[in-house]
């Protein structure tokens, strides 16, 4: 079964740092694009941030740049999202989603809860 | 940026019904939109890619078209499990966007 499980969210201090990992499973993960999603209730479905299939290309959307740091280990088969100097508006559901041959997001994790709040 | 500007916002529907959500470009994206289903505290769902295609394993009840920069997703006979909310996707360019979803409920 094609499975992306999250973990590592939580509740952080403005300033604070956090660190999100996506396992992946039931597919060559080395084989993919792979995403981070998120949302939440005021701003809806947000695009975070991609990384090529080797790791050697990342992209961020302008809110998140310099502050988060997308990295992929293929031999564990692991997604990461590093994110510093957190924020109040970063408190979101953060999904990690496969992207398909044609498609965009085939597949998504069930989310993992960030907040950050002091 | 690309706006995706979806419509309406909240539609009441019975069962049986032809449900159709629409979703507007700010440019041009050729045919390059999704659609997804969300149930709450649920992941989204794929159900539509390239504006018209089907996911696999996707009822043959929901469909998408395309008329210039405006995208259309219909489901032909609302059925109890597509009570939802039901958002559009352009990824034609970075960074991709989402519209702001469509609640179907229960009228």
């Known amino acids: 079964e094609v499975q992306l499980v999250e973990s590592g969210g939580g509740l952080v201090q403005p300033g604070g740092s956090l660190r999100l990992s996506c396992a992946a499973s039931g597919f060559t993960f080395s084989g993919y694009w792979m995403h981070w999603v998120r949302q939440d209730p005021g701003r809806g479905l947000v695009w975070v941030s991609r990384?090529?299939?080797?790791?050697?290309?990342?992209n961020y959307a302008d809110s998140v740049k310099g502050r988060f740091t997308i990295s992929r280990d293929n031999a564990r088969n692991t997604l990461y999202l590093q994110m510093n100097s957190l924020r109040a508006e970063d408190t979101a559901v953060y999904y990690c989603?496969?992207?398909?041959?044609?498609?965009?997001?085939?597949?998504w994790g069930q989310g993992t809860t960030v907040t950050v709040s002091s | 940026d690309i706006q995706m500007t979806q419509s309406p916002f909240t539609l009441s529907a019975s069962v049986g019904d032809r449900v159709t959500i629409t979703c507007r470009a700010s440019?041009?994206?050729?045919?390059?939109l999704a659609w997804y289903q969300q149930k709450p505290g649920k992941a989204p769902k794929l159900l539509i890619y390239k504006a018209s295609s089907l996911e696999s394993g996707v009822p043959s009840r929901f469909s998408g078209s395309v008329s210039g920069t405006e995208f259309t997703l219909t489901i032909r006979s609302l059925q109890p499990d597509d009570f939802a909310t039901f958002y559009c996707?352009?990824?034609?360019?970075?960074?991709?966007?989402f519209g702001q979803g469509t609640k179907v409920e229960v009228k």
């Open positions: 996707q352009q990824y034609d360019s970075y960074p991709w966007t």
């Open positions: 989603a496969r992207e398909g041959n044609g498609t965009p997001f085939g597949v």
């Open positions: 440019q041009s994206i050729s045919s390059w």
């Open positions: 990384i090529k299939t080797d790791g050697s290309l990342t």
